[in-house]
């Protein structure tokens, strides 16, 4: 399909509505400048350079990501623009509504950058600089289980402060089975997917089995969630013994395991697209298996058999979800390292979707959780 606009015209329109935003955020300032572009296939962010003081910048969109907006999926450029102004006015515009949960969470004594301001649809936050859950399980990858279980333990009492506090502000579009479903609902799925060249049969076959697994797993309670636990919005600013904090939240009511399933499954894909030393993966997956294991000390027999099932489908979906974006981003958009490695390495990543997903197809038992794990060992091994 032809693409109506170039991925620059976005940027420059971007540019301009932030440079626009920042002269009534700070109206005093002597000199605003934009820095550094930070590649991403989901929101337009920038770093930006306020009278000397560092910030970053955001922009979203109509709320969707930058690779379904360069595809063209949202009509003329003439389209988006009107669009656009429209949704930036609105009062549910994406990046509005982060912007107060960012609030919420630092009521609720989360750590979080400070959101400056929000202004015109564009989002201001101070840096959260420090180490990230994905590097420092790298370096130390024994230290994996105590890293995931303090910060799934940080994020629980921060969820259980702002329990009642975020219902007009919640970003259910973030998560896991309404990104799935959005994504590969019906002909339109299919239409997507063939934009996966070589991957798209298999992944189209994982998508049929996790549909039908999705549907047979989404059973129990629906508390809040973080929406977006990914291991790069997991950072220590002062360092790894001390609580981490969190970034780009998308909190909603959802599934129970669906922060950890998307924090196993962005690991896991970083360490198949950029595989460590050997017996680093072995630490790192047996880590977050523990870490799971600990989140359901207190269940019984069935009941742990089945968070732990609907636990790996999430993390499938997850899988599928973000790889389906990398294989379809137009060549104009560009991708940030860990997308091109994962897209380079995107036969590993297929291949375990495709067996970990018949496991699970196949295996209703308590055994299918282990060798879903060993099948992501295996994947960055190969």
């Known amino acids: 399909m032809e693409v109506p606009y170039t991925a620059a015209e976005l940027f420059r329109y971007a540019d301009r509505k932030i440079l626009e935003a920042a002269a009534q955020v700070w109206p005093r300032a002597q000199e605003i400048r934009l820095g550094a572009h930070t590649p991403s296939v989901t929101g337009y962010v920038r770093s930006l350079d306020v009278d000397g003081e560092e910030f970053f910048a955001k922009y979203s ?94 994020l629980d009492g921060a969820m259980r402060r702002m329990a009642d506090r975020v219902q007009h502000v919640q970003i259910s579009e973030r998560g896991i089975p309404a990104t799935f479903s959005r994504k590969f609902n019906g002909i339109s799925g299919h239409a997507y997917l063939r934009q996966a060249g070589e991957f798209g049969p298999v992944l189209r076959e994982v ?44 909190i909603a009511y959802g599934r129970d395991a669906a922060d950890l399933a998307k924090l196993i499954s962005r690991t896991t894909l970083g360490l198949i697209a950029d595989p460590p030393p050997s017996g680093t993966v072995e630490s790192v997956t047996a880590g977050l298996g523990a870490c799971a294991g600990k989140r359901v000390w207190h269940l019984t027999d069935s009941e742990r058999a089945a968070w732990l099932r609907e636990l790996a489908v999430l993390w499938l979906m997850d899988t599928v979800n973000i790889l389906s974006t990398y294989l379809t981003c137009p060549a104009v958009l560009p991708m940030p390292p860990k997308a091109i490695a994962a897209v380079e390495r995107a036969d590993a990543v297929c291949r375990l979707l495709d067996v970990a997903s018949t496991v699970l197809a196949e295996n209703k038992t308590s055994t299918a959780w282990p060798i879903v794990l060993g099948e992501a060992a295996k994947a960055a091994a190969s």
């Open 207 to 250: 998508v049929v089995r996790l549909r039908r697994l999705g549907q047979a797993t989404a059973t129990g309670p629906r508390p809040l969630v973080y929406g977006d636990l990914k291991p790069e919005h997991i950072v220590y600013p002062h360092g790894p013994n001390e609580p981490p904090g969190y970034l780009d939240p998308g």
């Open 61 to 154: 969109f109509l709320g969707l990501s930058l690779v379904s907006v360069v595809r063209g999926t949202c009509g003329s450029w003439e389209a988006v623009r009107a669009a656009q102004a429209a949704y930036t006015a609105s009062r549910g515009a994406l990046l509005g509504r982060e912007a107060e949960q960012l609030k919420l969470l630092a009521l609720a004594r989360a750590r979080v950058p400070e959101a400056v301001g929000y202004c015109a649809g564009v989002l201001f936050t101070r840096p959260l600089p420090g180490p990230t859950f994905g590097e420092l399980v790298v370096k130390e990858p024994d230290r994996t289980e105590d890293l995931a279980v303090r910060a799934m333990r940080e």
